[in-house]
């Protein structure tokens, strides 16, 4: 019996994949298990190959992800050929048997770079290159155990049990892989019913027919095959969990946080919140109305912020959400934002870049570009949120934060968040606070820019006050002032701001350093990072190597004392940078901010995760004396 | 209290070139405020920038000067959040009709209740005189190295085309006719255009006021009704937009005027019944004590489809 398990399955883009992702992980945590699933596919509405990687958990919510899995599913040969090589030892391959044939250089969606290297694989082996001579390899070499199922087969008695077409059958595909998952895994069917049940309510005919194919399945698996990896009962003591996107759990946590105005141009992997926000805009519970919220599609992203901004100055709470190549737009209307002192927040989910980059795989290589965005100087505060419950509460922080000290606020994620599918405790909403900053309505000779204090009370545009505002240097009322004196002044207000929020704002919201002072590799990373770089202090422990990982969370401003009187302990030799980008932004800013050198890194710009087995792998070269190790895993 | 032209005077002084037809606008929209006795704490000027940029400066409603062609989209974000202002963009034709073109083409097509006064000199004024995309091609004004090599486009047909709901020429030079449309614009419900006709003494030695006064007619005495009567507004527009592009005289006045499309305001209204109940602005998002609104029953409620309740097997 297992108490942690990965599983890799994979499909077409537009197969289903993505639907059975979110069945499997209500299951799951109908049984009380933890999930991680993170989701990869291509640039493509349809056809290319995507695949969902998940680790399931009996014990504690998993964090991480990593290889090998225990078990592939593969929906078609594509994920079959992709994948067979990250399956461990004696592991579990599920396929359709009408591939059987099918050979690796047949499959025209597969890229030139896998399939030169299947090439040279299949020859070292000595196969000619169709599933059945790589089943026989596998099985000989691997002792992999193949679960064979005809879907063609499946799909028929479907369509002939409920008289559906053939094509409308052909809908249900990837019921077939949720079917072998339960039965290879010994869930219980009621769980499965209640998963269905959640996840198509009021559509009984989808439940009706999933729960054939998957009952079907997984009573077949079971059977003639076994439960080949059960799942040892869950001992995680939730009652509830919360199950959702990086992108959903965000757009939760802008509503708690009272948002009322989000503009957005579409933009992967950032939409999906836009979407999530626009479903909920009446704000309703029980049929009562809470306020309203105005979700915009703009023309454009430089209309997204100009209008989230607008919003803000008639006094709402507002944000938009994008990635690198939207933001790459906004850039003049932040520093507009920061000239003004206006409260916005920008929700950035970084992706491949640069350009186009790679669109739907992740990133984190906008960090130094965050930081210096737009021309001039003018404060702004850059946070970054490690996982699921920190971005939420992350989320209110930025909202906070922005309109207490009245300025733009760059809330910066990243795809591997954005889109995976995690279990996590509900969030503690008795935690979270509301502030608004010093706000005034009523006011003779209102001056928006009053200098006698760094943080202007800010008034909302139809309130009994009338207010001016420029991107000009301007004067206290906001009217266009040249002054040089003036100017000084001005321009020391503003810039004052980052002090203030530096000495306001606690350290535990900007930097957390887990681990203690002798160990022998501190890591130090950011925003998806976390997950990995903690279940790797773990593991690394397990063989009597003490490391420690700081997590950086705000960057502008920076926490420079924190970072320094933590890393001070260490040397450059024991520091080893973790992130997803080539220069190791974030520690080119400690060295700047703190002058310490962080004499390692770790890096991957594949655009896939870090896995943890990779992330082991990698510390212990740099024990042995690398200073750099570039990460490439999965596909 | 009875406004008066003056009331809506700042003190802060106004530094267009004498002689320069942004006067004739400002004047206009005092008397046209006034007129409407518009709440100053209700009203908002946005700009982009520009000579024309600096308008909401020297008017004591509101004022929010924003980017280069931004204006527009800051407008939106300000009106849908505040459905309740009467919003007004002020930009150049630089502004509008070159780098903000996309936003202007935008606010068509959502008949958000927004008035867009376009300071129309057929140049960059505020960089010294380049070539507009108002100027016609083959034109050299004054601070051009060559004549200008690029088409111009008609504000008033794109405008057309672009959905706004009022759309008018002006002349800065004819203050009462201007402040009539002015008032005209602000009264209607939905996207509102003015495309002003206005003389850059400075840098534009071409479309003078000798040349305006010359070529300008008034399309209500040539007997052109722009009221669209329901079912005719494909017939009206088409009229509207050959008119637009009569060029030897220059109609100004109401091209066209739709009183039947709904606004976004509107649109989203009845999409979410509470949005003009209490305005987002005043919406309560917090309690006395500074917590959410939300606590953790509600948020259960609005959040259900993504909580799962843990039922163990024994
Ligand atoms: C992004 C950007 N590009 C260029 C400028 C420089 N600029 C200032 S005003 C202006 C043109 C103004 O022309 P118009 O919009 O016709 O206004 P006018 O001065 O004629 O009223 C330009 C290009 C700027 N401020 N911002
Ligand atoms: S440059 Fe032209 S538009 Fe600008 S203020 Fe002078 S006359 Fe007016
Ligand atoms: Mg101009």
Sequence with gaps: ?635 | MVRSPNDYRTDVWVDWCPGCGNYGILAALYKAFAELQLDPTNTVIVSGIGCSGKTPHFVKVNGIHTLHGRAIAFASGIKLANPNLTVMVHGGDGDLMGIGLGHFIALGRKNLDIKVMLHDNRVYGLTKGQASPTLSKGLRTKSLAQPNILNSLNPVALALVSGYTFVARGYSMLSEHLKNLIIAAIKHKGSAFIDILQPCVTYNDIHTPEYYRKKVYFLEEDGWNPMVREGEESDKLLNAIKRSFEEERIPIGIFYQNNFKQTLEESYSQRISSYFKTIPPWQKISKDDGSPIFDEILFEKMFEEYIVRVERSQ
């Design chain 1, 1 to 635: 019996m297992y108490n942690n398990i990965l599983i890799l399955l994979g499909g077409p883009q537009g197969s289903g994949l993505e639907s059975s992702a979110q069945i499997l992980s209500k299951t799951f945590a109908r049984l009380g298990y933890g999930l991680f699933a993170d989701r990869e596919y291509f640039s493509n509405i349809k056809g290319r190959h995507s695949y969902i990687h998940m680790r399931i958990s009996s014990k504690g919510l998993p964090v991480s992800l990593s290889y090998p899995v225990q078990i592939l599913c593969a929906m078609d040969a594509e994920t079959f050929f992709t994948h067979f090589q990250d399956v461990e030892e004696k592991g579990v391959i599920v396929y359709d048997v009408s591939t059987l044939s099918t050979k690796y250089s047949a499959i025209p969606s597969i890229e030139p770079g896998l399939r030169e290297r299947l090439r040279v694989s299949f020859s070292e082996f000595g196969l000619d290159g169709s599933i059945s001579s790589l089943i026989r390899y596998l099985k000989a070499v691997k002792k992999t155990r193949f679960i064979g199922l005809d879907y063609q087969k499946i799909l028929s008695e479907l369509s002939q049990k409920f008289t559906l077409s053939p094509a409308h059958a052909s809908r249900y595909l990837s019921s077939i892989i949720v079917g072998a998952i339960v039965g290879l895994t010994g869930l219980k069917l009621d769980a499965v019913a209640y998963a269905l049940a959640s996840r198509f309510a009021g559509r009984p005919q989808l439940i009706e027919h999933n729960m054939f194919i998957i009952e079907s399945v997984s009573k077949t698996v079971m059977k003639e095959f076994g439960t080949l990896c059960e799942l040892e009962p869950s001992a995680n003591s939730l009652e509830k969990m919360l199950v959702s996107s990086g992108n959903d759990v965000i757009a939760m946590a802008k509503i708690v946080g009272g948002l009322r105005f989000q503009s957005y141009y579409p933009i992967t992997p950032a939409a999906d919140e836009s979407f999530t926000l626009e479903t909920f805009e009446r704000l309703e519970v029980d049929g009562e109305s809470l306020g309203s919220l105005i979700v915009i599609q703009t023309e454009d992203e430089i209309a997204a912020i100009c209008s989230a901004i607008g919003a803000s100055l008639s006094g709402v709470r507002s944000s938009t959400s994008t990635s690198g190549p939207g933001f790459s737009l906004m850039v003049e209307a932040l520093g507009y934002a920061g000239q003004i002192e206006s409260p916005v927040v920008i929700t950035y989910y970084q992706r491949g870049a640069p350009s186009t980059g790679q669109p739907t795989r992740g990133g984190q290589s906008d960090l130094l570009f965050t930081l210096y965005a737009s021309h001039g100087e003018f404060p702004r505060i850059v946070l970054s949120s490690g996982d699921h419950l920190e971005a939420f509460y992350d989320t209110i922080l930025a909202l906070n934060l922005s309109e207490r000290y009245n300025v733009p606020v760059i809330h910066l994620l990243d795809k591997f968040l954005a889109n995976s599918i995690v279990t996590t405790p509900l969030p503690e909403i008795s935690k979270v606070k509301i502030d608004r900053g010093k706000t005034v309505f009523e006011k003779p000779d209102f001056k928006r820019f009053d200098l006698s204090r760094p943080i202007s009370l800010r008034t909302f545009l139809g309130s009994n006050i009338i207010q001016w505002a420029a991107g000009d240097e301007h004067d206290e009322y906001g009217h266009i002032d040249e002054d040089p004196l003036n100017r000084r002044k001005m321009y020391e207000k503003r810039m004052k701001k980052l002090e203030i929020i530096d000495s306001e704002v606690p350290v535990e919201e900007r930097a957390i350093f887990y681990g203690q002072d002798d160990a022998r590799l501190v890591m130090i990373g950011w925003g998806s990072v976390k997950g990995v770089a903690l279940d790797a202090v773990k593991e690394m422990e397990l063989s009597g190597i003490k490391c420690g990982y700081l997590h950086l969370k705000m960057f502008s401003p920076f926490p420079s004392e924190y970072v320094k009187s933590i890393l001070s302990k260490f040397k450059p030799e024991n520091l080893v940078a973790v992130e997803h980008n080539y220069l190791a932004q974030a520690s080119q800013l400690v060295r700047q901010q703190t002058g310490i050198l962080i004499g390692n890194s770790i890096v991957k710009y594949t655009g896939r995760p870090i896995y943890l087995s990779e992330l082991v792998n990698a510390l212990n070269r740099i024990l042995n004396g690398e200073r750099r190790v570039v990460l490439e895993y999965g596909a």
